[in-house]
């Protein structure tokens, strides 16, 4: 550790000793809009109003940020937010993953003790990084989804919350402490008359909030109660506010990105966001302040749609994919008594170790004669077997420009005994329209950083998402190092290593 605290210190002098040196930010507002693609930004941006505008307007806008790896969900998609890590190490290698020792699936947010919790979270976070050298500072985090909060959160947050449909309001884990007292009266009102959870009590009703801007109004309204409960960015020891705003997904995954509505959710996060960004700025001042915006994934047209059919694209239904899969195993190496696929979520396939054990099946040539096989299936442009993905030697896992990020997004303990590559033309989902691959409608996304320290301006040269945690930790003076995928964005950055009273 204290080599690699070292070599981040010199990094740091290395590569912003050009800059003056600069008090680090009071609060770190960092926002994810779970599911928008860069493209969306671009073709919306005229229309934006809010805060989305004024970031665009005076931040560092990175117009080639993408994630690099794969699934592109989620729970992924955050932790690679917030730790500036791959799922190779931070360990959130799907939304959920299938457990071998209990034999069925484990949930990103899953936790053995509190049911909820970052236990699955195996990296640090930003957040936690930051109450490690600042044991005063406040670290919150709110989303609808619980996967979303957690990964925020951290393991040393001071809450995470997410919206509870079956409580009809927020809630936290006992993981992150006592029950709040201030949030039990914020979800009364939220279930009173005018409340935006009022009435609310069958499912399709919550399915409704989720597609409109009240999605957003929440998300919202309860930032503006934490900043206020919390005091944050009040003191010299810095804050973090980590928000994730998920009605977005809902939207685009029943029409799809290029829909009015999904153009019309999105106007309205930015004007939810631009009111927030009002009030924090009553309390916080800019040179205080310092916000990321960007997305956890993007998405993929719907094959059906006038731009769908013009990209040529191909629906797949995953349960008849599934039965090609069993299908094609079957035919080299039979088992009567049993299945081979144990799990199958794409990219990963879990096989029945225990059957193929029990067979006296070779285990690595099955493995290589699977993986062919399965690559004969319509929609499979490669299969990348666990031996492969997990050699500790330096061999090249194939010529694709593809493996570095299967490679990158591989543990060996969670992740499937092969990782399928789906061609990009293919939809694999029932829904309108779903994401998950590696190719640019899931991985191209909004980065930008605005505020105290933050050199405005368009980047066009690729960054990768993972780049942003770093670059924040830079700016707060707290460590959490860039690994081999991600780097400090110092041409953005107008400071050195902030100084902090």
Request: aromatic share 8%; net charge neutral; no cysteine.
């Amino acid at each position: 550790m204290r080599r690699i605290s070292a070599l981040f210190t010199i990094v740091l002098a290395l590569g912003l000793a050009a800059f003056p040196v600069q008090a680090a930010p009071k609060l770190v507002l960092l926002v994810v809009v779970d599911q928008m693609t860069a493209d969306q930004l671009g073709r919306l941006a005229p229309g934006f109003k809010g805060a989305v505008k004024t970031f665009l307007d005076s931040g560092a806008v990175f117009t080639e940020a993408h994630h690099r790896h794969i699934p592109t969900v989620t729970a992924v998609g955050h932790a690679a937010v917030i730790t500036g890590r791959m799922p190779g190490t931070h360990g959130i290698v799907a939304n959920e993953w299938w457990d071998r020792a209990s034999r069925k699936p484990v949930t990103a947010h899953h936790d053995s003790v509190f049911g909820i919790g970052p236990e699955q979270l195996l990296s640090y976070t930003l957040g936690d990084r930051l109450k490690a050298r600042f044991p005063g500072s406040v670290v919150v985090a709110a989303s609808l989804k619980e996967k979303a909060a957690v990964m925020l959160a951290g393991k040393k947050g001071d809450a995470a919350l997410w919206l509870d449909e079956s409580r009809g309001g927020f809630a936290s884990s006992p993981y992150y402490g006592a029950p709040k007292p201030w949030l039990a009266s914020f979800n009364e009102n939220l279930r009173g008359p005018g409340g935006l959870l009022a009435g609310m009590k069958r499912e399709r009703d919550f399915e409704k909030l989720w597609l409109s801007p009240d999605s957003h109004r929440l998300i919202e309204d309860l930032a503006r109660r934490l900043l206020s409960e919390y005091r944050l960015g009040r003191d010299a020891q810095p804050d973090l506010l980590a928000l994730s705003f998920s009605g977005a997904d809902a939207v685009g995954h029943a029409y799809g990105p290029d829909s009015r509505e999904s153009a019309e959710n999105l106007r309205a996060l930015d004007a939810a966001l631009g009111r927030l960004l009002s009030s924090v700025l009553a309390v916080v001042p800019r040179e205080d302040l310092v916000a990321l915006f960007t997305s956890d994934h993007g998405v993929m047209p719907v094959p059906e749609s006038r731009l769908g059919k013009g990209l040529g694209l191909h629906r797949v239904d995953p349960k008849k994919f599934s039965e090609q899969v069993e299908n094609a195993l079957q035919l080299i190496y039979p088992t009567p008594e049993g299945k081979l696929v144990e799990h199958l979520k794409i990219p990963h396939l879990y096989l029945n170790r225990s059957l193929i054990e029990s067979r006296g099946f070779d285990w690595p040539i099955l493995l290589k004669d699977a993986a062919r096989s399965i690559l004969s299936i319509e929609g499979v442009a490669e299969v990348y077997t666990a031996e492969k993905l997990g050699a500790t030697e330096d061999i090249r896992v194939s010529s694709s420009p593809y493996a570095h990020a299967y490679r990158a997004s591989f543990h060996p303990a969670r992740s499937g005994d092969l990782l399928i590559r789906t061609k990009e033309d293919f939809l694999f989902s029932r829904e309108e329209t779903a994401h998950s691959t590696p190719y640019r409608h899931d991985t191209h996304v909004p980065l930008i950083l605005w505020g105290a320290g933050i050199r405005s301006g368009t980047f066009p040269a690729p960054v990768r998402v993972t780049d942003a945690a770093p670059t924040l930790a830079a700016l707060l003076g707290v460590e959490l190092p860039p690994d081999n995928d991600s780097r400090v964005l110092t041409e953005a950055l107008m400071g050195t290593a902030p100084q902090v009273p």
